[in-house]
């Protein structure tokens, strides 16, 4: 039986995005099944597939796994062969470490910068948390690329699952214009050329519902 993924809509569900994007870099089959975010059928359909009623769902015959970091480290255990983390013990630790950092951080950010793949590039005013979270991605993607991303174009060298959790960021810089330096710029490059970003974008542009609550020109819808 094969995997089945569960997500939201492409053009805003960012933590959909993270176990899509690392399952697809790596060649890991699986079924998608996409539920639109804040319809009628998402809360029926998400409560009998997981408690917490959320998107993204793995479901694996009578496993259920859901958390787009949970989803990682299973399909992890489940194909090692995969990689999804560094094989280097110093190297997957703080893969680890920058991963986790990412699943409970940066939340004005997010709210000030929602997902949207389709919105033109356009740069707003940051407020200054928002600024200081830019900073320290910034900071720790630059430290990644120096100590270990000598292998590859990824923070670890070669794509790993710390990777598909940034590369929501990677969108979202890239939607409002957000200035980095020259290595993270570099990586968002690594990134926005992989042939999985693409497919992903060239889904979500064609998607046709619209959330206001992540359109930040509302009640203007701005697309590409």
């Known amino acids: 039986m094969s995997l089945r993924l569960i997500i939201g809509n492409k053009n805003y569900s960012s933590w959909s995005l993270r176990p899509w994007f690392a399952m697809t870099v790596a060649g890991i089959p699986f079924e998608e099944e996409v539920v639109p975010l804040h319809t009628p059928e998402f809360k029926p359909r998400l409560s009998a597939l997981s408690p917490a009623g959320r998107v993204p769902v793995l479901i694996d015959g009578d496993v259920h796994v859901w958390e787009s970091l949970a989803i ?16 280097e013990p110093s190297a997957r630790a703080h893969a680890r470490v920058v991963a986790n950092e990412m699943h409970a951080g940066f939340v004005p950010l997010r709210r000030a910068c929602p997902m949207n793949v389709w919105r033109p590039v356009t740069t707003p005013e940051l407020a200054a948390d ?33 990777d598909a959790m940034y590369a929501p960021v990677v969108s979202r810089f890239r939607t409002y214009g957000i200035a980095v330096g020259p290595a993270s710029c570099a990586y968002m490059e690594a990134i926005l050329g ?4 693409g497919a992903w974008r060239e889904a979500a542009v064609k998607e046709p519902w619209v959330l206001a609550e992540d359109e930040p020109d509302w009640p203007t819808v701005l697309r590409e």
């Open 72 to 87: 990682l480290e299973y399909v992890n255990e489940k194909f090692p062969q995969a990689r999804l983390w560094p094989d």
């Open 130 to 162: 928002v600024q200081a979270n830019v900073a320290r991605i910034d900071a720790m993607w630059s430290d990644c690329r120096a100590r270990f991303g000598a292998g590859g174009p990824f923070l670890f060298g070669a794509f790993c699952a710390a």
């Open 194 to 197: 992989l042939a999985a970003w």
